[in-house]
């Protein structure tokens, strides 16, 4: 039977070393040591030469003409005449440690499987998610004289802006779904969308990003239960994390924001910007040991890690671009916690070797509100 450096380094720790040498000779503390006559039968020593270490439980002898030394398992060998280190191993408990080591192996194949099981499982529901969403997304028309042109164009300010028709179309009808009570979900509106598609690393489409429109054009809709509580008008099914909507072209300065009417809002200025979609995808994970400082307003609470976690999922942007501007949104209810995360962003970033910067809009505005309120003077 082989056993971990594990195993055996808490075999050796636990065993009752001192009371097997107390057998055969006596023992006396001496700072944190115990000293004595060495009890070997071939070592006639008479100047206490023999030493227990209690903290590594272990002996040693430092007299020349003997010069043993090692762990309970060496003493059982030298001593009590053990032939092997397996016999010794086995005395102590040894055939213990191989009954849980092979319910320990069988508990981490156990484990292995289910994560195996629930990858297959999460990829399984993502694909379906993706299909699902790509269905969606396919059934759309173009935006030229729709609703989702009135939106963008007239209610946004985004006049004649090229309107990238690969990534988004238009809805007529699309249906809401919302959950009205625990578990159950209803469709509770029809109406007119703006469709757009994420796109992942590959470039493969992800998820589709849902926009309800008023019938006229005139804003985003406004939707809420029996109960008043209110429903978002923008809704995004499919594996988004990690992917991007791609509003323009890959250049070497480039925007990234949150939301799709900010990204287009500084298309007249020659930015081009990808969509995250979200704050979440916008600035990805903070490092799961990293410090999070003290809320400089609400006390009792802490600020998200400015620190980011490289491995986490964050919207995909273009190697090509060796410059990123981060778009914030101001119009948020907690600026600070805003500021922490936005940091994180541009570390990432950097972190990736692309020079960052963020560009903030006035207090309670995003940059589609800056722009409609200022024109082009918000430059």
């Known amino acids: 039977m082989r056993y971990s450096t594990l195993d055996l380094l808490r075999l050796k720790q636990s065993a009752d070393l001192y009371g097997r040498i107390c057998r055969h000779t006596t023992l006396r503390k001496s700072g944190r040591l115990y000293s004595g006559k060495c009890p070997f039968p071939d070592h006639d020593d008479r100047n206490a030469s023999f030493v227990f270490d209690p903290v590594s439980n272990s002996f040693r002898c430092y007299s020349t003409a003997c010069g043993r030394s090692g762990s309970i398992i060496d003493w059982m060998m030298e001593f009590e005449g053990f032939s092997s280190f397996a016999d010794a191993v086995e005395a102590l408990g040894g055939a213990q440690i191989a009954r849980d080591q092979r319910w320990q192996d069988k508990q981490h194949k156990l484990m292995q499987d289910n994560k195996v099981l629930a990858a297959a499982h999460a990829a399984s529901t993502q694909e379906k998610a993706r299909q699902a969403a790509y269905k969606i997304f396919s059934a759309g028309t173009e935006l030229s004289g729709s609703v989702a042109e009135t939106y963008l164009r007239e209610a946004r300010g985004l006049g004649d802006i090229s309107l990238p028709g690969a990534v988004l179309r238009f809805a007529a009808d699309l249906p809401y779904w919302a959950e009205t009570a625990k578990g159950r979900f209803e469709i509770i ?79 007249p200025f020659g930015l081009s910007c990808w969509c995250a979609g979200s704050l979440g995808n916008l600035v990805g994970s903070g490092k799961p040991d ?90």
């Not at 209110?230 to 990234?256: E, H, T």
């Not at 209810?333 to 020079?355: H, I, P, T």
Request: aromatic content about 6%; hydrophobic content about 40%.
């Open 290 to 379: 990293g410090i999070c400082e003290p809320h400089p307003v609400r006390t009792g609470h802490l600020l998200p890690s400015r620190q980011p976690d490289m491995a986490s999922a964050r919207a995909f942007l273009p190697f090509e671009a060796r410059s990123m501007i981060v778009l914030a949104d101001s119009d948020t209810k907690d600026l600070e916690a805003l500021k922490a995360q936005l940091e994180r962003a541009v570390r990432r970033l950097r972190f990736e070797g692309r020079s960052a910067q963020i560009l903030w809009p006035p207090l309670g505005m995003d940059m589609n509100d800056w722009i409609l309120a200022n024109g082009r003077d918000a430059a």
């Open 189 to 267: 509106h029809h109406g007119p969308a703006l469709l757009a598609a994420f796109q992942n690393k590959q470039g493969r489409f992800a998820a589709v990003h849902q926009t309800w429109l008023n019938a006229d054009g005139s804003g985003k809709i406004k939707l809420s239960l029996e109960d008043g509580l209110r429903l978002p008008a923008k809704k995004i099914r499919g594996p988004y994390m990690g992917a991007s909507l791609r509003l323009g072209p890959r250049i070497p300065v480039m925007g990234v924001g949150e939301g799709i009417e900010t990204c287009l809002s500084c298309a």
